[in-house]
């Protein structure tokens, strides 16, 4: 029986790792580049970076895990991943598990979680918020029916651990509250107005091309799925999941692995039918968003558990206590 020390895995969740105070967008919430140097810095000399391939082999009871063992996680495909994390990792010689969505370097679109990211980033919160509420007015009773703003507000602007209810407010009707095909009007309508560039020039700047991707991988990066259009997974019908999964899986063939791949769930949504149906298609861990260290074997290797980048040194010692 694998002792306590042994079963533990801090697996940390990275999203945006950028020079944010010189960038155009410093508002955007993400590790300032200097300040992700400084933790790799307290992660290498107080924790064993472990690779994929041993938690895979962990739960397949091939490995037992080091003590203070931890796992770095990168989400979204952004090309930051390849021009300020790649280089440090690979000096080091340690991995980094990174998860992309099929139709960031596909298509030449900016997904809409990060068009929302953006239009937050670019505009005061009283602004957006207007714009959004005489948005949300102009198509109500047309052809789209729901609630007054006065009420969305109430029942949806809720203060979380990173954002405020005005923010949250914003997130939550143009991620899920909304209709899919008016939140997609309403996102584009913004990012147009409020960030102004091209959204073609914007994806190539956003996010990792294919040669990058491949560069990561050759080099010992691991690349997972992270769905292809970035959806809630688990507010989706299960034909949609499937289509959605099966669609990520082709345009990944090249950089994973078909019978034994990774999926990262986005926004951590799921349930059991796209459990059910990344098992399947040969899944075999899969990582949620719950915020608490992985207990191994004992969570399941389909909800796997991981905590913020925002909770270790230099921003935080949350993770002592999590």
């Known amino acids: ?11 940390i969740m990275y999203h945006y790792v950028r020079e944010l105070e010189y960038s155009r967008y410093p508002q955007i919430k993400g590790l300032e580049y200097r300040l992700f140097k400084e933790q790799i810095e307290f992660l290498c000399h107080n924790f064993n970076i472990i690779t994929m391939e041993e938690l895979i082999a962990a739960y397949e009871e091939s490995y037992e895990l080091p003590e203070n063992a931890a796992l770095l996680t990168f989400d979204d495909g952004y090309a930051d991943h390849y021009s300020y994390v790649f280089p440090i990792l690979n000096d080091k010689k340690i991995q980094g ?33 207007e714009q959004l509420y005489k948005l ?29 209810k005005e923010v949250n407010f914003v997130k939550k009707s143009l991620q899920t509250v909304l209709p899919e095909r008016l939140r997609n009007i309403i996102t584009n309508q913004l990012f147009e107005e409020i960030v102004g560039v091209s959204e073609l020039e914007f994806a190539k700047k956003l996010y990792m091309n294919r040669d990058q991707i491949a560069c990561m991988k050759r080099n010992g990066m691991f690349i997972g799925l992270h769905g292809y259009d970035h959806y809630w997974l688990g507010n989706l019908t299960e034909k949609e999941a499937e289509a959605d999964i099966d669609k990520a899986l082709d345009c990944m063939q090249d950089y994973i692995d078909s019978k034994k791949w990774v999926l990262n769930y986005p926004y951590g949504s799921f349930n059991e039918n796209v459990i059910e149906t990344i098992k399947k298609r040969g899944c075999c861990l899969a990582m949620a968003t719950e ?18 980048t925002n909770d ?10 999590m």
């Open 1 to 11: 029986m694998w002792g306590e020390l042994m079963n533990k895995v801090r697996i």
């Open 291 to 308: 915020c608490r260290t992985a207990m191994v074997p004992a969570d399941s290797r389909y909800t796997l558990p991981r905590l913020d």
């Open 97 to 129: 598990s990174f998860y992309i969505p099929g139709k960031t370097f596909t298509e030449g679109k900016v997904l809409d979680v990060n068009k929302i990211h953006f239009i937050l980033a670019s505009g005061k919160i009283d602004y957006i918020l």
């Open 136 to 164: 949300l007015d102009f198509y109500r009773g047309k052809e789209f029916d729901y609630a007054s703003n006065e009420e969305l507000f109430q029942q949806y602007g809720v203060m979380t651990r990173f954002d405020s």
């Open 312 to 321: 270790f040194p230099p921003k935080s010692k949350n993770y002592r206590n």
